[in-house]
């Protein structure tokens, strides 16, 4: 694995932090939703828990998604409902710059590659894995003669990466067989999720990473990203994801279930119960009441692990605590 340089040029922004650091990250395509007040309400507390700070990240590198003014309509709504985040808010859209360091060394060490391939030329050519059709490493040696690069790939391998997850315990995914070598810059010139939130989740010293089940299965692309950039890996815990009737993940796009921030207590003690912890006899009469005691009594371990994680196998892959 390559080691990481001193004079590299992004390595040099990440910070290690034996603190406690967590945060939430949701994308700016809508209000604020159940879903999310979810994965916001048990990444905070388990930040707060633990004596960690907390932090509040807009993943706004899509620009074709981003909705205009979601962002400061989240960030009302959380602080309505008691929430309150450790150092300033960080946009994405912001942060390209780093983003190319780190495409930049992965180039450097033969690890990414151009690819010419479009969807449909995937779909085509690729088996059908647990996600969708698997790369089948058509531009691995260069792009076709004619034909233009379109996105970056990064080369993966068969081992198993191995994931510890503090939901769904310990489980592991072969990349190559499962998804294949994976886009970390798309045609359209944005950058991907997998290496935005890999950078930046280091350069933010992020400890631990507590968030949707949906995320599970791009853990170890991202653990894999990690070793390649020589970055530290956070631990991880994925909670339950909520459903709308049809067995769909709730979306902000599709304006589900957006919380009214006038009415706080309602929306924190719904999401607390859906997250397994403890029901009291008396319900908080306040958010402030219901703060002091879900800060005191949140417990990790009651959090369920539905579904399993797609392509995994392991522990995980026999998990559901229903």
């Known amino acids: ?44 507390l388990d930040a707060r828990a633990n004596g960690g700070q907390w932090l509040v990240r807009i993943e706004d590198v899509d620009q074709r998604r981003t909705v205009a003014g979601a962002a400061d309509d989240i960030l009302r709504t959380l602080a309505a409902l008691g929430f309150a985040w450790d150092d300033g808010v ?80 310990t489980w592991s995914q072969r990349l190559e067989g499962t998804v294949g070598d994976f886009v970390v810059r798309r ?35 991202q653990v894999y990203l990690q070793g390649l950039l020589g970055l530290p890996t956070p631990s991880y815990a994925h909670v339950p994801l909520v459903l709308d009737t049809g067995g769909r993940k709730l979306s ?23 997250l397994g912890q403890a029901v009291e006899c008396e319900q908080p009469a306040s958010p402030a009441e219901f703060w002091g005691l879900a800060m005191e009594r949140w417990d990790l371990g009651r959090v369920p692990a539905r579904p399993p994680p797609l392509g995994a196998t392991g522990d995980a892959a026999g998990t559901d605590t229903d």
């Not at 599709?254 to 119960?273: G, K, N, S, Y």
């Open 1 to 44: 694995m390559p080691q990481k340089p001193a004079h590299a040029g992004f390595f040099m922004c990440m910070t290690a932090s034996p603190t406690y650091r967590g945060r939430f990250a949701p994308s700016p395509t809508g209000p604020l939703h159940f879903g999310s007040l979810v994965a916001a309400l048990a990444s905070f």
């Open 90 to 169: 960080t946009y994405q859209s912001h942060r390209t710059a780093i983003y190319e360091d780190a495409l930049a060394w992965l180039r450097r060490i033969g690890a990414a590659y151009d690819c010419a391939c479009s969807r449909t030329d995937v779909a085509r050519a690729g088996r059908l894995g647990p996600e969708g059709p698997v790369y089948p490493g058509t531009c691995r040696h260069g792009t076709p003669r004619g034909a233009a690069p379109r996105a970056v790939r990064v080369r993966t391998h068969d081992d198993p990466i191995t994931v510890s997850d503090g939901v769904y315990g």
């Open 252 to 274: 902000k796009r599709d304006l589900a279930h957006p919380i009214d921030p006038r009415q706080p207590l309602p929306a924190l003690l719904a999401a607390w119960a859906f």
């Open 187 to 221: 045609a359209d010139g944005f950058f991907a999720y997998q290496l935005a939130v890999v950078v930046d989740d280091a350069d933010q010293a992020i400890t631990r990473v507590v968030r949707g089940a949906d995320l599970l299965s791009s853990t170890p692309r």
